[in-house]
């Protein structure tokens, strides 16, 4: 199974902040990796695909990039509405696996 | 406005087959476009996909569960349905079914369903 890992588990920042959140794949998935946004008790919502694609109705200022088996989520200036977890998904291979998520509180 | 809403027992004793069905509206899930799968959440924990099927019952399951898993599709009631056997605590869960856009990304989940494994 390809593995997913995100950091950081936990980040703080406050409204206005440009934050990243890096996941690492433990082997090449190409471009093959959505981000998600999950709120308490909600469904996780999809915010990229394809890396780098930002999935219809979703703000401009989510953005996601790659470098090699290493990717990033930026949100460039947080919004209260941002505040939520975030989950990596890869879709190269089967299993589909999930990063074990960062969780981005109020500073 | 595509929906998914799954339905099911809350609580399922050890041992027992824990069933769930998602009901999709506002498409047909015979939709050539789309996957529909099913992923599951513990309680305070990270997403865990469960499997995939497509509207003609060919299925993808994750093997860390396969030998316990059964995914079905009902076209006839716009359904699909997950059976889990041999439940034990550890499946207590969060469980989602959501739709699958080109085989890879979840794009419009169901609101999930809490099933908690308990005598």
Redesign the interface.
């Known amino acids: ?1 390809i593995q997913m890992t995100q950091s950081p588990s936990t980040l703080s920042a406050s409204v206005g902040d440009r934050v990243t959140i890096t996941c690492r794949a433990s082997q090449s998935i190409s471009s ?1 990796l ?1 981000w ?1 946004q999950q709120k308490p008790g ?5 915010l990229m ?1 394809k890396a780098s694609r930002l ?1 219809s109705g979703v703000p401009s200022r989510f953005s996601g990039s790659e470098s090699g088996t290493e990717f990033t989520l930026t949100i460039s200036s947080l919004q209260p509405d941002d505040f939520a977890t975030y ?1 990596c ?1 890869q ?1 190269n291979s ?8 960062t969780k981005l509180e109020i500073k | 406005q595509l929906q998914l809403q799954e339905s099911g027992p809350g609580l399922v004793k050890p041992s027992e087959t824990l069933s769930l069905t998602c009901t999709v509206s506002g498409d047909s899930i015979s939709n050539s476009n789309y996957y529909w799968g099913w992923i599951r959440q513990p309680p305070g924990k ?4 469960i499997g995939n099927i497509f509207y003609s019952g060919s299925t ?1 399951y ?3 569960l396969k030998s316990r898993v059964t995914m079905s599709v009902d076209t006839s009631r716009n359904q699909f349905s997950l059976k889990l056997s041999s439940v034990t605590a550890s499946d207590t869960a969060v469980y ?1 079914c ?1 739709r699958l856009r080109s ?5 419009i ?4 369903t809490m099933v908690t494994v308990s005598s």
């Open positions: 199974d093959w959505a998600y909600k469904a996780p919502k999809l695909y999935e989950y998904q879709y089967f299993p589909y696996t999930f990063g074990q998520g | 990270g997403l865990e996909w993808y994750n093997p860390s989602y959501a085989m890879d990304t979840f794009d989940w169901g609101q999930g």
